[in-house]
């Protein structure tokens, strides 16, 4: 089967990423999966894009050197997508061969398992703080803005060296770079004005007084040793930033969603606290952060499950699609941390030569976030209808805008009593049959 590129009449038929996947999109997934492998569907700004859907092909594209992230590969009139700043845009989301190679060996050594060892006791430190923050709270505490948010923000300022006051004016700017659909673009703009800028200062202050962090290595990388150029100093500390935190924090807040509604899910954690890295991995694959993978061009015509894609037209890896591959996982729409980890392994992380950095630092932040939350509050409940939570506007990626739950269910009423689901569950058992399909559906 080797399609053509449609004509102008044939793009209307095609479903829109902003429009016909909606908040749960795993069914319209399921459809197009059975379908076939690769659709077209239409991006936000009305250009056709290929979609692959299934999981070996999915995995295999993200390894594939012929489907570069280079957007100087795109066709012309292909791709519009964000425009950033030259300052910007020397970074690994959009670098293939050897130029990300030296650039991710740059980075490496910060997030390296050693280095993660000797951050798990600051992470739990920071974790306990927020929470006993909030806890001091009436009501509701949205978890999103008072645990997700600060945890993952200061963990990258410590790791980067980067003064925490700056780095919040620069989550509201990232905020809006991340769902450019939502702003004006004098906003967007302004947004971009004020990354640049901050980022400027915050390299010029390690100029003047470097210390023991990332940001000062990549300083002397590009002062000292030549191997960084301007663009790319600012550009990466500008991914580290943006990249850093947000798929983290929706980690973080889906994971500890599914606790505080699943059925029988808290109680088997609280049975086995060993269970809660295997637990971040599987909600990860089921309902996690990166829906779709960063947009690709192939360098030359190429076959995607034996599909022909035009060299140049921008390819989505359908990340959440692949996840739920029937051909992949056992029974994949359900939770089900008991899930063997050997054959295949969920994409959330990516695979290949982009496969992220701060993979290892995510998976800390998360499993201790999730940990000391039940440690210290283990009755936490959510404080409004599940149906009623609402998400980023983002196509790319699936987070929660907020997650309001009571810390102490004394303090009101909560809007499901997950304890009597609980004891209802006591009585199914346990495993993937028990864990219920509706878990990362909002």
């Known amino acids: 089967m080797s399609p053509h590129a449609p004509t102008p009449s044939d793009t209307a038929a095609l479903p829109s990423l902003d429009t016909a996947?909606?908040?749960?999109?795993y069914p319209r997934y399921a459809q197009l999966r059975e379908a076939a492998p690769v659709h077209q569907v239409l991006g936000p700004d009305g250009v056709p894009i290929w979609l692959v859907t299934r999981y070996a092909d999915a995995r295999a594209a993200l390894a594939d050197p012929r489907l570069s992230l280079d957007r100087r590969n795109a066709a012309p009139g292909k791709y519009a997508g964000l425009s950033l700043p030259p300052v910007l845009d020397a970074n690994l989301l959009n670098m293939d061969g050897a130029d990300h190679s030296r650039l991710r060996r740059l980075v490496a050594p910060a997030f390296s398992a050693a280095r993660m060892d000797a951050l798990r006791d600051r992470v739990r430190e920071v974790a306990a703080g927020l929470l006993a923050d909030a806890a001091r709270q009436s009501g509701p505490v949205d978890l999103v803005e008072a645990y997700a948010a600060p945890l993952s923000l200061t963990l990258l300022c410590d790791i980067l060296g980067v003064d925490r006051a700056e780095s919040r004016r620069f989550h509201g700017w990232t905020a809006l770079l991340l769902a450019p659909a939502t702003a004006t673009r004098a906003q967007l703009q302004e947004a971009l004005e004020g990354v640049v800028a901050s980022l400027a200062r915050q390299i010029a202050a390690k100029r003047a007084e470097p210390g023991a962090d990332l940001l000062s290595a990549l300083v002397t990388a590009h002062d000292g040793d030549d191997r960084l150029s301007a663009d790319e100093l600012l550009s990466l500390a500008f991914l580290l930033l943006l990249a850093g935190y947000e798929n983290t924090i929706s980690a973080i807040t889906a994971t500890v969603l599914a606790v505080v509604t699943e059925p029988g899910l808290r109680q088997r954690v609280a049975a086995d606290p060993a269970v809660v890295p295997a637990l971040v991995e599987e909600v990860i694959r089921h309902d996690g952060p990166v829906e779709l993978a960063i947009r690709r061009f192939p360098v030359e015509d190429l076959e995607i499950g034996g599909v022909l894609i035009p060299a140049g037209e921008p390819v989505l890896i359908a990340v959440g699609s692949a996840h739920r591959d029937p051909d992949a996982f056992d029974d994949p729409d359900a939770l089900s941390p008991e899930r063997?980890?050997?054959?295949s392994g969920h994409l959330g992380f990516g695979h290949g030569p982009h496969y992220c950095l701060g993979a290892a630092l995510a998976r800390l932040e998360t499993t201790t976030a999730l940990s000391v939350l039940l440690e210290q509050h283990p009755e936490a409940v959510l404080a409004l209808p599940r149906e009623e939570l609402r998400r980023r506007p983002s196509i790319r990626t699936r987070g929660l805008a907020?997650?309001?739950?009571?810390?102490?269910?004394?303090?009101?009423?909560?809007?499901?009593?997950?304890a009597a689901q609980?004891?209802?569950?006591?009585?199914?058992?346990?495993?993937?049959a028990a864990d219920g399909a509706g878990v990362g559906r909002a």
């Open 21 to 25: 996947f909606g908040p749960d999109p």
């Open 340 to 343: 063997p980890r050997t054959g």
């Open 402 to 418: 907020a997650l309001p739950v009571l810390l102490d269910p004394a303090q009101g009423e909560p809007a499901q009593d997950e």
């Open 422 to 432: 609980g004891e209802a569950a006591q009585d199914e058992p346990a495993g993937p």
